[in-house]
């Protein structure tokens, strides 16, 4: 079965539940397909068996993220009577859209020819009704990402980004950092959305973080890497100021080193609280090496 790609949300995390426009990226160092079980069977391909018989559940219960689309539910419950699984090097709790890419893979599957007609937009509504099984509340921009296999900019409208050569100099400006534990994302989203619904936290938020948020998108999309640097750095410092929560205590100190040397910028990839964070930087990668204790992991827009 076709190779699934996990995701990164460059910009937009959180951000997009006010409103916020967003810029997100497949991973392609990160992947998984749907695949059957071989005997001896092991328990992570059991695990995953039974998420995808839970999965199929919500979804017979939920008739329209299916019906429209004339989805395959029949095919897909023998198959997973047969060992079906999601075989996936994409870590999970870690930003990388594990459970995105799961739905990207179950619907290309049982309803790839009968979604060809949907737009983007309609897939994002889509998706996000199927990946709210798994974290109580999603955008569609992990699975659509995921389903689409292409760098996709969401502000009015959304648009797919050509890989083969747009996007190819801003390889040498990201990159992750393992902070060595998971996130928990479904309770972070929950507590985020909490927060939102303070008035004088929403209010603050959208007028300082949403709107920074939509001017970065607008620079990346017109590879405006030089004024983007500058947004980078206030994104950086107003994560400090409104996700907190969402940055474990040891990477406080790598946070604010960057945003004090100028070096570099830190931010979210995904919910945080452990996982990746996303780096932006002009550095070669051998001189940011002196800031990390331990390897990082470049991100490629292109291959």
């Known amino acids: 079965m076709e190779k699934i790609y996990g995701k990164i949300l460059l910009l937009g995390e959180y951000a997009v539940l006010a409103g916020s426009y967003a810029f997100s990226i497949p991973h392609y160092g990160f992947s998984g397909r749907l695949e059957f079980m071989q005997k001896p069977f092991d328990q992570k391909q059991q695990r995953s068996n039974q998420t995808l018989q839970n999965f199929r559940t919500y979804l017979e ?95 009015d409208q959304i648009d797919q980004v050509p890989t083969k050569n747009d996007l190819q100099q801003l390889n ?13 994302t479904g309770d972070l989203v929950a507590l985020f959305v909490e927060k ?6 929403s209010s603050g938020f959208t007028r300082e973080y949403v709107n920074l948020i939509d001017q970065a998108v607008v620079h990346m999309r017109n590879e405006n890497d ?18 907190r929560e ?16 100028g070096d570099y910028s830190m931010k979210l990839c995904g919910s945080g609280g452990g996982g990746y964070f996303l780096i932006h930087t002009k ?9 990390f204790p331990g390897p990082l992991t470049r991100v490629l827009f292109a291959i």
């Not at 699975?143 to 969401?154: A, E, Q």
């Not at 040498?172 to 928990?184: A, H, N, V």
């Not at 030089?226 to 996700?243: A, C, D, E, T, W």
């Open 61 to 155: 219960e939920q008739s329209s993220l299916w019906e429209w689309i004339h989805f395959d539910m029949e095919r897909f419950g023998e198959d997973l009577t047969q060992g079906l699984y999601f075989d996936s090097v994409i870590p999970v709790h870690y930003g990388l859209g594990s459970s995105g890419a799961l739905v990207a893979a179950i619907y290309r599957e049982y309803a790839g020819d009968h979604l060809k007609a949907a737009s983007l937009t309609e897939l994002k509504h889509l998706f996000a009704g199927a990946e709210a099984f798994f974290h109580g509340r999603s955008s569609g921009i992990d699975p659509l990402t995921s389903y689409v296999g292409k760098p996709l900019i969401f502000t």
């Open 172 to 184: 040498q400006s990201w990159f992750l950092f393992d902070s060595g534990s998971p996130s928990g």
């Open 196 to 201: 939102l619904s303070n008035k004088k936290f």
């Open 226 to 243: 030089g004024v983007l640097s500058q947004h980078m750095k206030r994104i950086s410092l107003l994560q400090l100021k409104y996700f």
């Open 246 to 261: 969402m940055i474990p205590g040891s990477i406080v100190p790598l946070w604010k080193q960057g945003l004090k040397s």
């Open 283 to 291: 550095l070669p990668e051998e001189n940011l090496l002196e800031y």
